[in-house]
Nanobody, 124 residues
Framework: QVRLIESGGGLVQTGGSLRLSCAAS????????MGWFRQAPGKEREFVAA????????YYADSVKGRFSISRDNAKNTVFLQMNSLKPEDTAVYYC?????????????????WGKGTQVTVSS
């Protein structure tokens, strides 16, 4: 059984930084792409960032490009999301997801396992 456990969320002021982590277990981590999604109150879940199985390729939503960075450590079965220059509109629950294949993707339907999420709140 695959388990994804996010951590690192919290309250930060505008312009601040947070680093989210997602620890995975249950199947060969290095064989699958990983992604981060978020959902703000009253809004649909949206794609944030994704990384290929090897970490050699990444993809970002336009809203976070240049501010967020996704990375992974396959030896530790962990994926990270470094978030800099945070804005109030980044406030959301952030979810880690494991892809169905090796290639990074933005479509939620291409991810078959999800964590329970971690809250990120950016105050103005």
């Amino acid at each position: 059984q695959v388990r994804l456990i996010e951590s690192g969320g919290g309250l930060v002021q505008t312009g601040g930084s947070l680093r989210l982590s997602c620890a995975a277990s249950g199947r060969t981590f290095s064989s699958y792409a990983m992604g981060w999604f978020r959902q703000a109150p009253g809004k649909e879940r949206e794609f944030v960032a994704a990384i290929s199985w090897s970490g050699g390729s990444t993809y970002y939503a336009d809203s976070v490009k240049g501010r967020f960075s996704i990375s992974r450590d396959n030896a530790k079965n962990t994926v990270f999301l470094q978030m800099n220059s945070l804005k109030p509109e980044d406030t959301a629950v952030y979810y880690c997801a494991q892809g169905t294949g090796r290639t990074e993707a933005s479509a939620s339907g291409l991810y078959d396992y999800w964590g329970k999420g971690t809250q990120v709140t950016v105050s103005s």
